[in-house]
């Protein structure tokens, strides 16, 4: 039986990606509006060599690509640039289509939910406020709480141990199959993969099940909790 639905949070929630993509389009933008003179292309460049060095939740990528440039932080191009991005993330973040009816329905099934990300939980926790999902789910669980990031069985089990329940008792789902499916079958979850979010493309799935579309999720536990009629003695 399932009794809990633990999710992945960027690219399974939320389209995290293409969010980023637009709001560091807009900086980008911003900042040579307000004076920086290089290219766009070259500006991307530099933020995406950052980005791969100090990973994607680097929160001072434009003070550290004014340094490298200009040698100091200009702090007219620097605000033009949070400024861009700040707005244009909050235009873009928004739940893959029909997330909102299928957590629903889950709660309507008494179904307990969890998040298990890697993002810092402040970052974390500001993308649920935004899409209104902060009241949503029974455990959030983020790096800041174990200082481990996934497939480390440390977050899971966190918040399985939250949520009180079984690893056999609940399904993972996510879009990264090194971390979320690796790391939530090590404990002995349930793991759906979200091909709908997937942005690595050609993964060696392994899932239990594999969504192209995050309803899918309600029919796999209709199926697991469905009572079995009982044989008629012979």
Request: a negative charge.
């Amino acid at each position: 039986m399932i009794r809990a639905v633990i999710f992945d949070l960027d690219n399974t929630l939320v389209d995290f990606m293409a969010m980023k993509r637009q709001a560091i389009d807009a900086a980008v933008t911003a900042m040579i509006d307000a004076g920086l003179t290089l290219s766009p292309q070259d500006v991307r460049r530099h933020i995406d060599r950052i980005y791969a060095e100090m990973g994607i939740e680097y929160q001072q990528v434009f003070d550290r690509l004014l340094q490298e440039v200009l040698g100091r932080v200009d702090y007219r191009i620097l605000s033009a640039g949070v400024i861009a991005y700040r707005r244009a993330r909050e235009a873009a973040l928004k739940p893959y289509p029909h997330v909102t009816a299928t957590l629903m329905e889950l709660v309507k099934r008494r179904i307990k939910l969890g998040v298990v990300s890697d993002a810092p939980a402040r970052e974390a926790w500001l993308r649920l406020c935004h899409i209104g999902y902060h009241h949503i789910f029974d455990v959030v669980i983020t790096y800041d709480d174990t200082g481990e990031r996934k497939p480390s069985p440390k977050p899971f089990l966190l918040a399985l141990e939250q949520l009180q329940v079984k690893p056999s008792e609940a399904i993972m789902v996510g879009d990264w199959v090194e971390r979320d499916i690796v790391g939530a079958k090590s404990v002995g979850m349930l793991t759906a993969f979200a091909r709908y979010g997937d942005v690595f493309g050609a993964q060696d799935v392994g899932a239990d099940y594999i969504l192209d579309d995050i309803t899918q999720l309600l029919d796999i536990v209709r199926q697991h909790n469905e009572v079995a009629p009982q044989e008629e003695p012979r």
